[in-house]
């Protein structure tokens, strides 16, 4: 029977790791003092950070599996799953984590700024992959909040934490802006994958059934979480992804009306839109012409 764990407190997820607490919300770990174990499913109303050194099995989150790397740092926010699929073989579990409960930043700046860190949002297939000094900032990160941690709780406790916690998610965010970078060579290959997805979606009937292709609706065609693709996007062409899809729409738009003679209504329907008028709104917004215009001078 496959194990589930439920981990809603620091305290539980604590004692699942063979750790004493020494704050109620928030909790540095060290993995190696957790007792050998097989995979489990975990369901989390916490926030995660973890940094693992050894292979423990293929991670899967929501429908993506990926190979867990060591080095590799994966984010996990409130109301996530994640499942070892090694059900069988047990492992040491090696490497380090921060957990934290949302209640800790309550009331501070990082409260207003968590949901601005998209890889919080990330599929687990789309972890932060560290080089050796990135890899050592992480750690010395880790070291300066469990030091806090072993102090007297005070009233400068929780603000000094959730600084240390910010200051952790604003080099992750570098990181992975150097990620974006580094893998220029993957992102270009997504990023063509949209342009045919795109090309394929208006020569098909989707619209029809579908409407306009969303943001979300094409990240999942590609199997990236919709703030990755989103966020992948911006970086290699500057636009947002909806401006990509909005580029789109007007350059088929712009064929139909010049190369067919269809009506307006019809150019509307074969694009997705559910109303020709909104098309027309649309159309005028971008070009600087309605489509009977634009199809007039040209």
């Known amino acids: 029977m496959q194990q589930e764990f439920n981990?809603?407190?620091?305290?539980?997820y604590n004692a699942f790791n063979n750790h004493e607490t020494f704050h109620p919300l928030v909790s540095v770990i060290d993995f190696s003092k957790a007792k050998e174990r097989t995979?489990?499913?975990?369901?989390?109303?916490?926030?995660?950070?973890?940094?693992?050194d050894v292979k423990c099995g293929d991670l899967k989150y929501g429908r993506q599996n990926y190979d867990y790397q060591e080095g590799t740092l994966v984010f996990i926010s409130p109301g996530q799953t994640i499942d070892v699929e090694n059900k069988v073989d047990y492992y040491q579990p090696m490497g380090h984590g921060l957990i934290f409960h949302p209640?800790?930043?309550?009331?501070t700046s990082l409260a207003k700024s968590i949901s601005e860190y998209n890889f919080f949002s990330y599929n687990t297939s789309e972890a932060l992959h560290l080089s050796g000094k990135e890899r050592q900032l992480v750690l010395d990160l880790f070291a300066k909040i469990n030091s806090e941690l072993q102090q007297s709780i005070d009233k400068h406790s929780k603000k000094l934490i959730a600084s240390n916690i910010e200051l952790m998610l604003n080099y992750c965010d570098r990181f992975y802006d150097r990620q974006f970078i580094t893998r220029d060579d993957v992102n270009k290959g997504i990023l063509e994958r949209f342009e045919e997805l795109l090309?394929?979606?208006?020569?098909?009937e989707k619209p029809y059934s579908i409407g306009l292709p969303s943001v979300a609706y094409c990240a999942d065609q590609m199997h990236?979480?919709?703030?990755y693709f989103g966020d992948l996007i911006k970086k290699e062409t500057g636009k947002s992804a909806q401006e990509f899809i909005q580029n789109k729409v007007i350059e088929v738009a712009k064929n139909k009306i010049f190369k067919s003679d269809k009506t307006v209504s019809e150019i509307a329907y074969e694009l997705g839109f559910k109303y020709p008028q909104h098309f027309s709104r649309f159309f005028?917004?971008?070009?600087?012409?309605?489509?009977?215009?634009?199809?007039?001078?040209?």
């Open 199 to 204: 090309n394929g979606f208006f020569v098909s």
């Open 224 to 227: 990236l979480s919709t703030n």
């Open 103 to 107: 209640d800790l930043i309550r009331g």
């Open 7 to 12: 981990f809603q407190t620091i305290s539980e």
């Open 39 to 52: 995979g489990s499913k975990m369901n989390f109303e916490l926030y995660c950070i973890f940094l693992k």
């Open 284 to 298: 005028k917004q971008k070009v600087g012409q309605t489509p009977n215009e634009y199809r007039s001078l040209n």
